[in-house]
């Protein structure tokens, strides 16, 4: 750069991004007559571009309520003095995308950060609710680097089935597995089936959705209170347009993604993760958002934190209540105040205050019995602990807040199924050789193994054991699990089997042993026999000839470094985080 391109302003609006035609003149002339084509005049040109990402799809009824957002943040924009512009991207739905949402969380980041490259926007508002559209929207937007802010679609409303209160999807699992143990029969099952999902929105439980919206409140990256109001409220609307001119005042101060995007404010997050119960996937994605502006997430310091950091939160699965109780407890300032001590306070916010002085802002609390005081958890430790041992070298992850503790310290002979389809084949077989107290064992369905990681980490109770009353075993997966999941579960083994880990020599028979209290997970064969299964058993790993499981399949990471692809990553890696 010469020394009078230093002094040239940077390009702001319109003539942000300038198309290569090789005469930036009429790149601007020819973009501008364009858009005037839309009604646009230059006053309204002039003005700073807020774009906004929609991630409205007829395939996705968390998003159900983007429209409204979008006019709502607009208007927001609009007062605020900008110009918004609405574009579309790719929209990924939980239930509705096969092989699983996670095949296409980088595939969306990607789209997300190239189209706020390509186009000309000062800030960009990014609108996402079901699980994996806000991990790739901050992935993307953590590569795309301009100033950037979440917002959350919110979380459904809750219904009613025979006079109980319902809501997905931790009692679509619950009432799922009353039908395969004959408790209920098909006729109440599709009953309960209409009142699960009672509005458009997010599961309004502690799912990995609302666990990404406390994430990204927790990191700095929505308003405050941004989080927990439902998706089909005026509370919801208000946060949209108080979003839109957030923007602007972004756009103006050059509030960039990076100086939002710290250590103190991942650290921050993995607090929140921990007191909420939260989804064991937003250890995945917290590693990939870190990935992307160069910090590795800690495992180890992670546990530690863990240990000291209660769950606070009383919401299913882990407790009893739902999301719109949890909006209606005061949302995250609740929950925050709490946890005030372990925090880090001098974390910069999209507001441009630090999250100690928005807590300041947000004033004292009320009583209510959504968020348990700091000595009265609903749970001692973090909901989540990270275990090691010769059967995950790199890690494994369990949610014990969500856990039957008289399994979480547990030895019990393996029945191994290899891959998701033997599972499906032999699971419910009557000649299953299984009992109450085996390990249950699915190999293959990590990053790669899959593809892309699924959430059969959740493996049904055997019918039979189902019939006979067994509500939970201990089971071991490279895969995920739903948030909305509940069990003694152990998920995120790394590396996984499909790359020749440990995990792939295990064989029905082997004694297995699970010990929460000592963070431990361990194959009780020698090393010397693992060795020589890992000599007779040579791995070959998934390939594919073309497209995008053919880049999925070269580049994908593991789950401790988010699952992202490598090449997406930050080029250097300067720190980690937690840092203590």
Same mark, same amino acid.
């Given at each position: ?111 997300? @950060? ?209 999301? @719109? ?256």
């Amino acid at each position: 750069m010469s020394q009078d391109d230093s002094k040239k302003p940077t390009a702001t609006g319109m003539q942000k991004g300038l198309t290569s035609y090789g005469d930036q003149g009429f790149s601007l002339f020819l973009r501008k007559a364009f858009i005037k084509g839309a009604g646009f005049t230059d006053k309204a040109l002039d003005r700073p571009v807020i774009g906004i990402a929609n991630t409205g799809s007829a395939y996705n009824p968390c998003h159900g309520n983007a429209p409204q957002l979008i006019e709502a943040v607009k208007r927001g924009v609009m007062l605020a003095g900008g110009l918004p512009m609405d574009f579309p991207t790719i929209s990924v739905h939980e239930s509705f995308a096969a092989p699983t949402s996670m095949y296409l969380r980088n595939l969306m980041s990607m789209d997300t @950060e190239e189209m706020i490259r390509a186009q000309p926007m000062d800030a960009v508002v990014l609108i996402g609710g079901c699980d994996k559209t806000v991990p790739a929207q901050l992935m993307g937007a953590a590569s795309a680097g301009i100033p950037a802010i979440q917002l959350i679609t919110g979380s459904m409303l809750t219904g009613s089935h025979r006079g109980e209160r319902v809501g997905a999807c931790t009692d679509c699992r619950r009432y799922w597995a009353k039908f395969r143990a004959d408790e209920i029969d098909a006729e109440e099952v599709a009953a309960v089936n209409n009142q699960l999902v009672a509005s458009v929105g997010t599961c309004s439980v502690m799912g990995t959705a609302s666990t990404m919206a406390c994430i990204a409140e927790a990191l700095g990256m929505t308003v405050p209170g941004g989080a927990s109001p439902p998706a089909v409220t005026a509370d919801r609307i208000r946060v949209a347009e108080e979003t839109g001119a957030r923007a602007v005042q972004m756009a103006h101060d050059r509030l960039t993604i990076d100086k939002i995007l710290t250590p103190d404010a991942f650290e921050n997050a993995m607090r929140v993760l921990l007191a909420i119960g939260g989804s064991t996937n937003g250890i995945v994605h917290l590693a990939a958002i870190a990935g992307r502006v160069g910090l590795d997430i800690d495992l180890h310091a992670l546990d530690r934190m863990g240990r000291e950091t209660p769950v606070l939160l009383d919401l299913k699965p882990s407790g009893q209540h739902y999301m @719109e109780d949890f909006h209606h407890a005061g949302g995250m300032a609740t929950l925050l105040r709490e946890l005030k001590p372990l925090l880090k306070l001098n974390a910069m916010t999209v507001t441009g205050r630090t999250l100690g002085e928005e807590l300041a802002a947000a004033g004292p609390g009320f009583k209510q019995d959504v968020v348990r005081p700091f000595d009265q958890p609903i749970y001692p430790q973090g909901g989540i602990a990270v275990l090691h041992g010769n059967l995950a070298p790199g890690g494994a992850i369990i949610k014990q807040s969500a856990a039957d503790p008289k399994l979480m310290e547990h030895e019990g002979r393996a029945v191994v199924f290899e891959n998701a389809q033997d599972l499906a084949a032999r699971i419910d077989a009557p000649d299953l050789d299984v009992n109450a107290d085996d390990i249950l064992v699915l190999k293959n369905i990590g990053p790669k193994g899959a593809p892309g990681m699924p959430e059969a980490g959740y493996i049904p109770i055997p019918m039979k054991l189902a019939r006979a009353g067994v509500k939970d075993m201990v089971r071991i997966s490279d895969g995920r699990m739903s948030g909305t999941g509940y069990g003694t579960i152990v998920l995120h083994v790394t590396p996984e089997a499909a790359i020749g880990g440990p995990f792939a020599q295990v064989r029905s028979g082997d004694r297995i042993r699970l010990s929460v209290k000592n963070r431990e997970i361990s194959l009780l064969v020698s090393d010397q026999e693992l060795a020589q299964r890992s000599r007779d058993n040579v791995i070959v790993e998934p390939t594919a000839k073309r497209g995008y499981l053919k880049l999925f399949l070269q580049t994908v990471t593991q789950a401790d470094q988010g699952v992202d692809f490598d090449f997406l990553r930050a080029p250097d890696t300067h720190g980690k985080t937690p840092k203590n």
